[in-house]
């Protein structure tokens, strides 16, 4: 990603995606951590776009418990993808903020709908493969990945994006650590391919991140998805769905200077940021840093 550019950040306060209420406060303590600060540093030129309008869970009904309020997380993502199309078709790197996981279809979607398929890595103790037959919860913020890639059925299909958004051969999970059986066997046919915490603990984190990259550059576009439970707890308190034994501080560092070193990756998502479960905003400020050291700040 080059310094100089427009960097669009679109906030997405959507928390129908999992269980636990505060993900939708996730853009606001990004803000408040002070990201645009951190990035006009950088020399960028930064362009807050606000957030898009989300419907509220207490007012909403439930129609699936197959796939928990899809309808409106789908109208949303549909917002954040028309944003996301109109930052990159003008030449600026949209920056997403969640808000749950699910808001990575609207921003997939948005970035096909201009580029075509493309690539993604996917930072996340979970793969996010789920579909609406195979989620043990119902939480859509599980599916988003199989959505994207056009594994979770019609209830993801839109006229704004087609799918699938993504290729799947073009697709590196990196962090994982926490699968349900259907996500193995899905994993597994798609032909996507994990790093697991374990095979990171074993080659390192440089060589996963130098072969997710490897793996997911090409035509179309190539995006970054972190969800900030793919660093440890200890590291990252304030997410919804947190899971022992993650990236420690300087990995999940290391691993963003390498994507901002390949200059592969054109736009990049921040999620499941939770403030009510974090501690003095600490993931939040994390979250700032590493989206700094994504978009090329260095020690020296």
């Known amino acids: 990603m080059n310094v100089q550019r427009e960097v669009a950040i679109i906030g997405a306060t959507l928390d129908l995606g999992q269980g636990r209420r505060g993900v939708d406060m996730g853009p606001s303590a990004i803000r408040y951590a002070g990201l645009e600060e951190r990035l006009v540093g950088l020399g960028y030129e930064v362009g807050d776009e606000g957030n898009v309008e989300t419907a509220v869970a207490e007012a909403t009904a439930l129609r699936d418990e197959r796939a928990r309020f899809l309808p409106e997380i789908h109208d949303t993502c549909e917002l954040i993808a028309a944003r996301v199309a109109d930052a990159t078709s003008r030449g600026a790197t949209p920056l997403v903020l969640g808000g749950d996981h699910s808001v990575a279809l609207g921003t ?110 090409g035509a179309g576009f190539v995006h970054v998805s972190l969800d900030m ?60 840093e590493l989206v700094a050291s994504a978009l090329g700040a260095t020690i020296i």
């Open 229 to 288: 439970d793919v660093l440890d707890p200890e590291i990252a308190p304030g997410v919804g769905t947190p899971v022992r034994g993650g990236l420690t501080y300087r990995e999940a560092h290391l691993a963003l200077e390498l994507v901002a070193e390949s200059g592969a990756a054109g736009s990049l998502e921040v999620v499941e940021v939770n403030p009510i479960l974090d501690r003095e905003n600490t993931t939040a400020t994390t979250a700032v």
């Open 108 to 217: 997939l979607g948005g970035l096909a709908s201009v580029h075509g398929p493309g690539g993604v890595l996917w930072m996340d103790a979970h793969s996010d493969i789920n579909t609406p037959e195979t989620s043990p919860t119902g939480n859509v913020h599980g599916m988003a990945l199989a959505a994207a890639l056009g594994l979770a059925g019609p209830g993801f299909e839109s006229d704004v994006w087609s799918l699938p958004a993504v290729d799947s051969t073009r697709v590196a999970l990196v962090g994982t650590r926490l699968l349900d059986d259907g996500e193995r066997r899905l994993l597994r046919d798609a032909g996507v391919r994990v790093f697991t915490m374990s095979e990171i603990d074993r080659i390192g984190i440089e060589r996963a991140v130098r072969e997710s990259l490897d793996r997911i550059s």
